[in-house]
T-cell receptor, first 113, second 115 residues
């Protein structure tokens, strides 16, 4: 049973437009959420995170929104750039489980010039 | 080195052989994780080491998989009697926080292909 789900395996966006990547989770014990970005043949790299005490966290072009009642989070990238093309993984952790992250299946973002 | 180092980067083996994958975490990081990513899939947790505590092995898919971490630093993931379904990229990550708010730093992975 997948505790973290990314229902869109791929997303295509025009350069300059907004990219919205979605993630749903089922475990109510999750209290910290992260987004990782992965280029081919490289390990995932941390992008942005949010604690469950917040509903929004912004870092430059990247904003993560958390809706705890819906157990849903989203990553907004605006404006999207061709260099943003990568696979994006949503991840979640529970405070009593160390830093063990449960990952979603990933969404491949393609930003077209 | 500055980042998490994994070796080998690529390994091709025959079904039934044993393989060892190595991870050298960032110096000073007390937590070490192994994940794997099968083709077209997300990252699957395998095992987690935190300091001198007993490892969390809850993600290991079978008893053919084992891992150790010597001296609190380098870790080796061993897969015995490999099967074709073991083919995946095996990713190691380390962290410097015990609590649930630390970022994981990943290596580039070891791509295992079992023929």
């Amino acid at each position: 049973d997948q505790q973290v789900k990314q229902n869109s395996p791929s997303l295509s966006v025009q350069e300059g437009r907004i990219s919205i990547l979605n993630c749903d989770y089922t475990n109510s014990m999750f209290d910290y959420f992260l987004w990782y970005k992965k280029y081919p043949a490289e390990g995932p790299t941390f992008l942005i995170s949010i604690s469950s005490i917040k509903d929004k966290n912004e870092d430059g072009r990247f904003t993560v929104f958390l809706n705890k009642s819906a157990k849903h989070l989203s990553l907004h990238i605006v404006p999207s750039q061709p260099g943003d093309s990568a696979v994006y993984f949503c991840a979640a952790s529970a405070g009593n489980a160390g830093n063990m992250l449960t990952f979603g299946g990933g969404t491949r973002l393609m930003v077209k010039p | 080195g500055a980042g998490v180092s994994q070796s080998p980067s690529n390994k091709v083996t025959e079904k039934g052989k044993d393989v060892e994958l190595r991870c050298d975490p960032i110096s000073g990081h007390t937590a070490l994780y192994w994940y794997r990513q099968s083709l077209g899939q997300g990252l699957e947790f395998l095992i987690y080491f935190q300091g001198n505590s007993a490892p969390d092995k809850s993600g290991l898919p079978s008893d053919r998989f084992s891992a150790e971490r010597t001296g609190g630093s380098v870790s080796t993931l061993t897969i015995q009697r490999t099967q074709q379904e073991d083919s995946a990229v095996y990713l190691c990550a380390s962290s410097n926080r015990r609590g649930g708010t630390g970022e994981l730093f990943f290596g580039e992975g070891s791509r295992l292909t079992v023929l």
